[in-house]
């Protein structure tokens, strides 16, 4: 109810029998309203360090680069070779692996790792390198032009070193049918092997005779 002598301004509507007075907004909030207007273009412009006056972006490439810095092995990705050879060398760890492969990796190098879309895992040719650290960063990084996803984004440190032991124990175990040998033999290089496809492009047919 209206008090009387109350001249506060009443607004046009009614709901109900009720109307409202047509009160200011209160000043406190005009003017936490003003300081975010102003606050706004400080923050866009130079987000947690105005000081130094930084971009967003220079401010997110500044902090992942101090942390990477104070966790050089986050993400698996800085195995050193050593350390692969103690993940390979452990049952413990195929095993592992092994389960890994065969929910994430069967449908393109199938389940023996004789290769099907993806390249056969089991001969002594290599697309992005057959050791073990090499075989890591491909798991790790993946192969996007090849389809082959970067499986560091989606599976855990620990399980990419699993997955890189059972692919490495792939090696030799001459699966039915397998996939003809892609890339580059181990331990050749990429100009020896080029030279090698290509004599052997050049090559005669062998030929055979019938005896009579």
């Not at 607004?11 to 409202?20: A, L, S, T, W």
């Not at 975010?36 to 412009?45: E, G, K, M």
């Not at 195995?79 to 994430?104: C, H, N, R, W, Y």
Request: aromatic share 6%.
């Amino acid at each position: 109810m209206t008090k009387a002598g109350d001249d506060r301004p009443i607004m046009d509507h009614e709901y109900d029998g009720i109307q409202e007075y047509d009160n200011p907004m209160p000043r406190w909030w005009i003017l936490l309203f003003i300081v975010t207007i102003i606050a706004a273009p400080v923050y866009y412009l130079a987000p947690g360090d105005i000081g130094a006056g930084a971009k967003k972006t220079e401010v997110y490439d500044k902090e992942m680069a101090a942390f990477a810095a104070a966790h050089p092995n986050m993400g698996g990705v800085n195995v050193t070779p050593e350390q692969m050879a103690v993940i390979v060398a452990d049952k413990a760890e195929i095993e592992k692996g092994k389960a890994l492969f065969a929910t994430t990796c069967i449908s393109c190098h199938r389940a023996d790792g004789g290769g099907l879309i993806g390249p056969n895992l089991t001969d002594d040719y290599w697309i992005h390198g057959g050791s073990p650290v090499e075989i890591h960063t491909t798991i790790d990084q993946g192969v996007l032009a090849k389809g082959m996803p970067n499986w560091g984004k989606i599976l855990k440190p620990d399980q990419i070193n699993s997955l890189t032991a059972y692919v490495v124990s792939l090696h030799g175990t001459n699966p039915a049918n397998p996939k003809a040998p892609d890339g580059v033999l181990a331990g050749a290089t990429p100009a020896s092997a080029a030279a090698a496809a290509a004599a052997a492009a050049a090559a005669p047919p062998a030929t055979t005779t019938k005896k009579p």
